[in-house]
């Protein structure tokens, strides 16, 4: 691949510009409060592990985390599962008003969170769903679905025609096809497609906050609630935010060389 | 690739088809339902018809003021944004390591901030800009720069778009390098022979292969930043005053802070309608990009 003269550089150049916030996060979690306000250093001159201690330690922060990798992974299970056997339909067959609901689908994506917070409370509440993983999980399946039959419609379109053929003249059942031969196949789709689901549902604030209240409050609402309540402890909060962003780092490392292709959602 | 009619593909479609209705369409039925009523509290409605659109598109009026102002502010923050995160996300994605374990070095860290909930990304910039314990507001005041994203509108604004280009610009970035893997090495071959210049080279080859990869990226940024509420809310809580107060914010307000149900459905209505129609022309010219490209061409 051709280059850009000066392309080290940019890329130090930027690497830096991305790091350099996460390092003073993390650079602040080890610190003390007295530390933080105090003076300005460069790293931690005192290193502490007190703020680690008091998260792992008192239960209603370490909640959180449980909480939130709880509803991501049940919204990863359903989004992956519901929509295989949509992107195969819509990569392999026609049929009527395929396009529209592939453009209404889609358009549920760009869908603003904010729009749907309060009728989403109203629903949860009503079936009795209201603070749970399970309410989160659904309400996330909004973007997550979509963008999943995107991506993996993508991969299984790379997936030749013949081979659906002839496994169909080997006397293969749809079901034992899609489960032997197509979701092997297309493996790599799915783990991207997982990602995708990961992220999104994970990172997401405003639907998870408001469909929650006691006991399934994500990490992130639980770092909003205590630091507003307890005054201003930055290390703590550093803390909490440092171990968010823990589990996104160990996916991509898992997923590293499909990144590329994920993001291109599998239609390069 | 010819596709088979076959009506029991409805079957396959069918379990997507429920999941997604049943958090679209119920909800957003109940959105329409609002809409059209006022509400004195103690779940007692009235029928107001077309009202509340009126007032919304009407800026003399409180609601219609807001929404309006804090509309073309997200059009402006969305333009903004995408005119830097898309050139910028080219240049890195040109920048690239060809090899090695760079790569995969470079792509980790390119994907670190996009994995980062939203609010904490807003907790990073919040303590980072901050004039007292953060790096960035610490240098640029003792350079002189009277830096204080708290009290000042240009500060908050800068924060905010240098927040969203940290955030985002590494998924412009990762899309076009996906979108550069997939040419072969034969044109670079051939270009070469030509004597292309590097311009030319980008010109006639690099960009035309990014052209769909870059339409998705145009896509979801436009979308993303349009639909922004978490990390401004975090970092300047939509102020000073009004500043930084987005349509996503506004409707926040006005749905859960004060409970007018009414306004905040048909706000939400002709949200959801403006993202509706760009979604649709953006679709579209995606649609026909792609079908114009011959249909061998070389990577699947």
Redesign the interface.
Known sequence: ????????L??AL??T??????Y??VN?SFKTNAE??ST?T?WPHTPTLQHYKRIFTDESWYSGYINSLEYVVLNTI?SI???L??A???S?????G?KH?F?W????????????????F??YSAIGLFDTPWAVA??H??FN??LA?WILEGFV??VP?EIDETAFLDGYSFPRFFIKILVPLIASGIGVAAFFCF?FS?????LAR?LTSVQAKP??AI??RTVSAAGMD?GL??AA?VL??I???L???FV??Y???G???G?? | MDKTINQKAWFLVLPVFLVVAFSAVLPLMTVVNYSMQDTFGNNQFFWNGVGWFKELLDPSTDLGGRFLASLGRNLFFSAVILAIEVPLGIIVALSMPREGWSVAACLVILALPLLIPWNVVGTIWQIFGRPDIGLLGYVLNHLGLNYNYVSNEVDAWVTVIVMDVWHWTSLVALLCYAGLKSIPDAYYQAAQIDGASRWAVFKAIQLPKMNRVLLIAVLLRFMDSFMIYTEPFVVTGGGPGNSTTFVSIELVKIALGQFDLGKAAALSLVYNLIILIVCWVFYTVMVNAGSERPAKEGAA
């Open positions: 691949m051709h280059s850009i003269p000066g392309r080290r940019i890329m930027f690497l510009f991305l790091l350099l916030p996460i003073w996060l602040m933080i306000v300005m460069l359903i599962a519901v929509a056997p949509a195969y339909a819509f392999r067959y026609r049929f009527l395929d609901l453009f689908l889609l358009s549920n994506r760009m869908a603003p969170a904010a729009v749907y917070a309060l009728p989403f109203n629903l659904l309400a399946c909004i679905v979509p039959v379109s790379g025609r992220m994970w990172v997401e604030l405003l408001t990490i992130a770092m909003t930055w909060l550093a935010g968010t962003i589990p996104g780092a996916v991509i490392w590293r060389n990144i590329a292709r993001f291109a959602l239609r390069v």
